[in-house]
């Protein structure tokens, strides 16, 4: 657990050592970092931006207090003067980014800093941090709800999620990403997403019947309950909700779902919906769960499965398959005694265009996107820029979107980018143009670079 | 970012209606849920305890506050009497767990609580977060460690770690499994660990020329610089490094490192090796970094790379191949108005033994661990017993071991598990054996359930 006013330490090391060398030797130059992802993982054919609320709120608050300078004095690697500098640290940069649920490509800078290099090399560490984690589980989440083709998907990941931050943030992005809400009760408190709950196994092995189990739950929850029935004999186990369905039918009040949670999901989920309809009890949904993930989802639909809605934890929840983003932040242009310099480092495997950049899209006249173009951010390009001024010397610029406006945003754009691009395997690969302008400008700076070394 | 006071709504929903059913029911006998591991992911062949430092903490602190019970309310799920029972909440139960550092295996229990059963319940969510988090991270960092044989390997992964309560965790984690330190200054100011930095490419690339940008770095640092020589070309970078090395010597200061983050390290790491060493530079290591994880590193061993000490992020610290454990907790006694009843889920492919239990290792001569064995608590088994009793009624006993502490006990354990069992890949299996009090157990409850269906 990390409190906010301990974020200016929550840093590699080598960003104040990096700033204590520019401090010493007086370089404090304007750069541009860029942040963006390298590649697509395997079987990703899209990104989806999120995290960069928190990018911004780290930003504005970022402070070094009294026991950080203390500490750092205390490792004996800092000068005092330096340690002077950091106890009046504040971001004075400029920052433009895509909003939150903004679907974007490789390459593509998701937020750019621009502010003196001291300042915008501190705060590389955190922005990765942030930016990585919600965007790699917006992602993910994003291709669970596809797969799921209208069906509602909770998201049940909170207690296999990588610390409590991950259990926050995969419930915020999930839900930006589509899901219905999420079975973490905080995440409802602090950011109003809508909360599910069933009941566990434990539950129904605390009473000496099964049927106990159901009764006493649904004595509590007459009009919103969802039985487990998979803790000894699945199918028994929906005969056992079906009696106790009828019962409460005859008080006025409905059993809401019936819950799986292992076997063959799809021979089962049509069998309990048989049992359940052939009882007048068609209004009963059937919740399916347990180690599911998108390729899960499409299959039991693909083969059939009569399962209303989807709770999928920890494969979501940690996007088990790419658990990380290649995110990267790079330093692409600095100024030298008010003399722009574009930067890059040379390397065979690795692009990094310099300048400072933006980003279009092209849709056709439906609004489905065609594809976008990476530009210099001076460049005439058609199309609509998907980078946005968010900060100007240090202050945030213009509203903050609400969550429900952010998970707007990212339907809007998910409905836009055509299937061809979302499919779970073998997607088709989006083009991404560079323009000629910042084409040009990459060659000539390889060939200064070279003509260096 | 959670914080620790919002812990006891960082839950499942389903914890807390489970909890308001038993109330409504007066349901409260006395349970027992153990926490295990059901299996070991591909490429596991044991795992380190972590996580029981903050699974205590919140236990000794979990309180529902004014505003926790005010958002419950809002909802409109639950009783006035249910709100003012979890207004007063307190967990007064008693907690068994192995020592953080301890090697375990599947199926055994790391953590056991027993409490009422709504305080034990309600516990679920939070417990099995942090150990799962803390126990992957340091199983995975172990195998990087052992990969790196005797070398230091510094944890690089902050960037990349599921979110911020993550990247402490990982940091934590990977100490007490053999990491030398973290790049990390929050957790070095937070748990004391040593903290390293060195460059990036950005400062490289600040300067007009590579060799200014060493020479900055070692004006600030002249006696803790690493050089980043990658950026342009990697060997030009060693000869650059090593120049500057010398004008070092002159003034009585020593270069620390260089440091490859890219290309071919094996044979890279062996040129550099050589131009140091032409220069009188032996001292100098060679520090490599670079999307290293414990098979790479064994690979660049097995080549005979000449790299000193290894830097290792992202794939250590969101544990890449295996990103969560197949943690669960389990309900295994409930008493019954003074009556015990172990209980277990009847399931064909997951086994979950009944009964409070005991962890009993038993090792040769010299200390080497030979084989567990898994009982029921008031057996009378040989070997040491590896759950230790850590909180009675609520009150943690005894003192909680100091960090160096935990990471001397890993270090011990590790030392004492024979080397075929920490192989990468195909280790032998460990052997867990079930007592036959508790496969009697077992079985007699196994038909006792079947006969009730």
Chains 1, 2 share one sequence.
Do not use: W
Request: overall charge positive; some cysteine.
């Amino acid at each position: 657990m990390v409190n906010e006013r301990d974020f200016a330490l929550f840093t590699d090391l080598y960003e104040l050592t990096m700033c204590a060398s520019y401090f010493d030797n007086s370089i404090n130059g304007i750069a541009t970092f860029d942040l963006f992802i390298r590649q697509l993982p395997e079987n990703r054919s899209y990104f989806i931006a999120a995290g960069m609320e928190d990018a911004l709120n780290y930003l504005k608050k970022l402070k070094f207090t009294d026991d950080h300078i203390k500490f750092l004095k205390s490792k004996n690697i800092f000068k005092g003067d330096f340690l002077g500098y950091l106890k009046n640290f504040k971001f004075t940069g400029d920052v433009f980014a895509m909003p939150e649920g903004t679907v974007f490509f490789p390459n593509e800078p998701v937020l750019s800093v621009t502010a003196p290099i001291m300042e915008a090399q501190l705060a590389e560490t955190f922005l990765l941090n942030t930016i990585n984690l919600q965007t790699t589980i917006a992602t993910k989440a994003s291709r669970v709800v596809y797969a799921a083709k209208q069906r509602p998907v909770v998201d049940f990941s909170l207690r296999r999620t990588q610390g409590t931050d991950a259990g926050m943030k995969a419930a915020r992005a999930s839900y930006i990403a589509g899901c219905a809400g999420t079975s973490n009760v905080l995440a409802g408190m602090k950011h109003g997403i809508p909360i599910y709950g069933t009941m566990a196994h434990s539950f129904v092995m605390a009473f000496e019947k099964e049927e106990k189990s159901f009764e006493a739950y649904s004595g509590t929850f007459p009009d919103s309950s969802t039985f487990l029935v998979d803790t000894y004999d699945t199918l028994k186990g929906v005969g056992k909700a079906a009696v106790i369905a009828k019962k409460l039918e005859m008080n006025d009040h409905r059993l809401k779902a019936i819950r799986l949670d292992s076997g063959n999901l799809a021979s089962l989920s049509k069998s309990a919906r048989k049992i359940l309809d052939k009882n007048g009890l068609d209004y009963v949904q059937v919740f399916a769960s347990g180690s599911l993930d998108e390729y899960k989802v499409e299959e039991l639909l693909e083969k059939g499965a009569m399962i209303g809605s989807f709770g999928v934890g920890t494969a979501m929840g940690v996007s088990k398959d790419a658990p990380y983003s290649d995110v990267v932040y790079k330093l692409v242009e600095l100024s030298d005694h008010g003399k722009l310099l574009p930067t890059m480092k040379l390397s065979k495997d690795k692009v990094t265009y310099p300048g400072k950049k933006q980003v279009y899209r092209v849709a056709d006249k439906d609004g489905n996107y065609q594809e976008d173009i990476l530009c210099l951010r001076d460049e005439k390009i058609k199309g609509i820029p998907l980078l946005q001024k968010v900060m100007e010397k240090g202050k945030v610029m213009g509203k903050i979107p609400s969550l429900e406006e952010i998970r707007k945003n990212a339907m809007h754009n998910l409905s836009k980018l055509p299937d061809k691009y979302k499919k779970l395997e073998n997607a088709a690969k989006y083009s991404v143009e560079v323009s000629q302008g910042l084409q040009e400008l990459t060659s000539k700076l390889n060939k200064i670079l070279k003509e260096k070394l």
